[in-house]
């Protein structure tokens, strides 16, 4: 009772066998590669204009000067005091690089917080207006305001 009774799966038997899953296998994990090489990548500037019209470009804020936040309406969420005034920033690269200029921090729910000495990534419109977007959380220890994602 019980003679040659196994759990698990069976381990293929013949060569002919190992043989058709490799000859499926290697092709698929070269293509895998070449996909993948082809695909990664290539750690270009990321300044170039979209289709928009719109440029990403990186800027460093310089100071900030928080003003008192507008009282909210009934039903609306709070201004959180943090997002409420301007900000200065360097702009790192593109037409106006080394420039200051004063922009209004982002508020609303939601709004991140920014202080001095942050890298951020700034909106620059086909008018040539700025908007802070985003920190650059791709910038490493001093980098100063140039997008280097892939350092």
């Not at 990186?58 to 009934?74: D, F, H, I």
């Not at 508020?107 to 917080?113: F, N, T, Y």
């Amino acid at each position: 009772m019980g003679a040659n009774h196994a759990h698990g799966t069976a381990v293929p038997s013949s060569r002919r066998t190992v043989v058709a899953g490799l000859a499926v296998l290697v092709p698929l994990a070269v293509v895998t590669l070449i996909a993948l090489v082809w695909l990664w990548p290539s750690g270009g500037k990321e300044a170039a204009p979209a289709q928009s019209g719109v440029q990403r470009l990186s800027g460093t804020v310089v100071g900030v000067t928080l003003k008192t936040c507008p009282a909210a309406t009934e039903g609306t969420p709070q201004h959180d005091p943090a997002t409420c005034g301007n900000a200065v920033v360097k702009v790192g690269e593109g037409p106006d690089e080394g420039q200051d200029v004063e922009l209004r921090l982002p508020s609303g729910p939601g709004a991140q917080h920014f202080g001095t000495g942050d890298d951020v990534i700034l909106l620059r419109g086909a008018d040539g207006a700025y908007q802070i977007s985003d920190h650059d959380r791709g910038c490493r220890c001093g980098c100063s305001g140039r997008l280097s994602r892939w350092r």
